[in-house]
Each structure stands twice: as C-alpha cells, then as structure tokens.
C-alpha cells in the first residue's frame, strides 16, 4: 500500500510539474509595465499601459514585471485585452510578482465601483497571475475587483479586501485556481453569471462570502466547485462561528427558465457551493439571512454539495437552504453558470 501511495503522490507531483509554467517575460507584442523603468517603450504604471492602448477591435496584451503598482486602474477599451504578470507558476496564484493596490471606499469613491482598485467596464478579457488589493480595510466598502464586462476570465489571481472585494456585478465571468480574500460580502454583485472553481477563499473576519443582489427572476447564478475556504493570514478572532457561506442582498436568489446566453433550461439556482473544503470556523448554520428585520429569503435558493472540513463540523442548515443530491448538483456546472459556449472563450487548461 505504501509503495502504491508513493507511486500516485510521484505521479500527482508529475502531473503539476507538467502544468505549471514560468512566465517571466513578456509575449510577443505586449506593452511592457516595469517599475521605475526609463526604457524607451516601456510604461512604468499598469494605467499608462492601459491609456496607450487603440480603442479599437484589435486584440492586445500587457505584461506587469515584479512590483507594487499602487493606483486605480480602469480599462474600457473595445478589442480583446489580455493582461499578464510575471511568475514563476502559472499554474497558482501564490508565485505572483505583480500587484496593484489602491485604498479607496464607496463613500470617499461615490459608488461601490468607483472604489475598484481594477474597474473591468468592457468584455472579452483575462488577466493571469495579478494581485489586485484594496487596502481600505475595515468599516466601508471598498472594491479590489470591480467586473462590468462580459466574456472575462481571471487566472491565478490574487483579489484582497475586507468588504466587498469582488464585485462581480455582470456579465459572464469565470474565477479560476485563484486566492480571493475578505470578511462582509465579499463576493457580491446583482446580474452577474459567474463560475468559481479551485480557488482559495480566506475568510478575513465576521461576515459572508457572498450577497446575492439579484432583484428578479433572471438568468444570473454564482456556482462555486471545488474551492477551499481557509482562515486568512492575519485574520480578527471574530471570524470564529461568524461566517457563513452568504446571505441574500435582495429578495430574489433563485430562477426557473431559460439560460438568457445559451437558451439551455435552468433548475432554479442563485448561489451554489459544490466539493467545498471548509477549514475555517464557520457558523453551524452556513447560510444567513440578511437582517433579523430584513430576511430576504422568501424567494432565495441557497444551495450546497459534498461540503466537508473541521469548518463545518455539525452543521445544521436554516429552512431556507439546500442540501443538494449528486443528481441535483451535477446540473450545477460551469456551462449552466456562464453558457454551453464558454469553451470559445473560457482558459480550459484551469478548470476544475
């Protein structure tokens, strides 16, 4: 048994040694983000890379060498862009050398998008192994990634905040073998079809990991599979039997009809975790409602599969939540979140 077991943990670290990759310099064509660089060409800010592109159809690319970039980066442009940062692992958000940072809230901002450090206003994007923080940090919201657009995928990316990282607001989006990082809703948003799968999600302090915003029965459903909610580095005490897999921003979490992208049938579905690893120490619960006074939950569907780990040791779900069967939860899938044709432009090699 012992040599079998060492055989298969040769052949696992085999298989990620294949798939994970350097990517320490720049692709053909891409504008070049250097730190402090007097290069001829080159920019020294993600932002001034981003301003010199064509607001045109073409397709265009951006490499961020090692740095701390710390501004509001806002990208609009029509043409496909592709942003890279430099690592030494593709595969994982944890070898990233690249990071933008901004520390702004919603209030001082004037809206919740406003406050993005990275604000995505334009479809078909990927971005690849880029740390993206708000260090705003407790008592307001304050957005690390702020998604408007369609078609966009993130990869191997690092997203921290404390409320309201992610604002995955619409659009189809995918979240992809990445770390996102916070306490109070912080993956939030109200028309986006979003699919997460293999990411590290760390829980910074009391809170939820997402708010569901959806107002009517449309076709936008956050599915997450096979993701891993760790206690963040750093994170308050009060995280302890305080945090929950989400609750409903808005009266509506579920939808029954037709997949507005793919004309494919949906079971209802609004916020879904399925092969969920949870080590940090959740509230036995999982699922909350919005406010004592304000519960939002006569229309939500709040559902869960194959959740395990120390963090949800004892649970016992509210009346509102679901436990789904495997038949149930194999409907739940990356086509059912962002459409059957997400292969022409989802980044397969990362999916889970």
């Known amino acids: 048994m012992f040599r079998v077991l060492n055989y298969l943990t040769i052949y696992l670290s085999f298989l990620h040694i294949v798939h994970a990759t350097s990517r320490t310099s720049p692709p053909t064509g891409a504008k070049i983000v250097r730190a402090g660089t007097a290069n001829s060409g080159e920019f020294s800010t993600p932002s001034a890379a981003v301003n ?49 940072q901004f520390g702004l809230d919603a209030g001082q901002a004037g809206s919740d998008d406003a406050s993005g450090t ?58 992809l073998r990445g770390y996102i990082e916070g306490a109070t809703d912080f993956i939030f948003g109200q028309r986006g079809q979003a699919y997460f799968g293999g990411n590290t999600i760390g829980v910074k302090g009391a809170g939820w990991v997402t708010a569901s915003g959806r107002s009517s029965d449309d076709s936008t459903s956050y599915v997450f599979n096979a993701n891993t909610i760790v206690t963040a580095s750093g994170a308050f005490s009060n995280a302890t039997s305080r945090q929950y897999f989400g609750r409903p921003w808005s009266n509506y979490a579920k939808y029954v009809g037709i997949h507005a992208r793919s004309g494919e049938a949906h079971i209802p579905g609004r916020v879904i975790f399925k092969n969920t690893v949870v080590t940090a120490p959740f509230n036995t619960a999982l699922w909350s409602e919005w406010s004592t006074s304000t519960p939002n939950t006569d229309h939500v569907f709040f559902a869960d599969y194959n959740t395990s780990g120390g963090g949800v040791s004892g649970a016992s779900r509210p009346s509102f939540a679901t436990v789904l069967s495997a038949s149930q939860a194999a409907a739940y899938t990356i086509s059912s979140a962002v459409g059957s044709d997400y292969t022409s432009w989802v980044d397969t090699s990362y999916v889970v």
């Open 118 to 175: 990275l604000r995505i206003h334009k479809d078909n994007f990927k971005m690849y192994n880029v740390n993206v923080k708000n260090t705003f940090g407790v008592g307001s919201q304050a957005i690390a990634l702020s998604q408007y657009g369609d078609r966009v995928g993130i990869y191997g990316c690092g997203l921290y905040g404390y409320q309201d990282t992610l604002l995955a607001e619409q659009g189809a989006q995918v979240y």
């Open 52 to 100: 010199s592109l064509p607001n045109d159809s073409s397709s265009q690319s951006i490499f961020i060498y090692p740095g701390t970039y710390t501004e509001q980066v806002s990208i609009t442009r029509v043409g496909p862009l592709t942003i890279y940062g430099y690592t030494t692992d593709t595969s994982t958000y944890k070898n990233n050398q690249a990071t933008i």
